[in-house]
């Protein structure tokens, strides 16, 4: 089974609305990655946790708040969104393994498209 | 710094074509690993192989084959004999020994084939 779920699907918020996003796997995987993809553009590395713990933060905002509540779960909460965050979400989990092996090989949710009013 | 190009920015084919991807990356590092994933329309990115710089092998799968070459610094994809379900955009990725978590996308390729 190599599936990494996303939800919601789809999520309209207004600028001073909270929400989360939530991603889970059952690969027992112990990193999780959390990508954002503006339209027509690649993704982009926001946040890596590594056996629970934030290893990586690529100078995100603070608006933008992720949380690893156990190791098969990941959520991004949402505050005071701006309408350039609009984009693709994309949460991502591989094992915690040599790099350049499968373990190490990143594997992609569906992702949750959002758009900020 | 790590920089990926994918000059192609879409490519349309007629059904049963094969056409080649193109993928030049740039880094420092002796050792790093280049990557193709999949994006369908649904969103989802779909891995499809991983390639380290010590292994210069290239690999068929079925209808798809990579070429790796490192004196031109470039890793290739083609698909032969294409379909309809080939349709999606197709990065190139490379990450690094150091911050291996880190996949830096190239700005990815839109193929469309056309019945």
Redesign the interface.
Known sequence: DTEVTQTPKHLVMGMTNKKSLKCEQHMGHRAMYWYKQKAKKPPELMFVYSYEKLSINESVPSRFSPECPNSSLLNLHLHALQPEDSALYLCASSQEGVPGTSLADQYFGPGTRLTVT | AQKVTQAQTEISVVEKEDVTLDCVYETRDT?Y?L?W?KQPP??????LI?R?SFDEQNEISGRYSWNFQKSTSSFNFTITASQVVDSAVY?CAL?E?TG????F????TRLTVIP
């Not at chain 2, 649904?42 to 891995?47: A, D, I, K, Y």
């Not at chain 2, 291996?100 to 996949?103: D, E, H």
Request: charged share 10%; glycine share 14%; no cysteine.
């Open positions: 050792t690993y990557f994933y649904s969103g989802e990115l779909v891995f991983r380290n990065f990450s020994q291996a978590n880190n996949l996308f190239g700005t990815g």
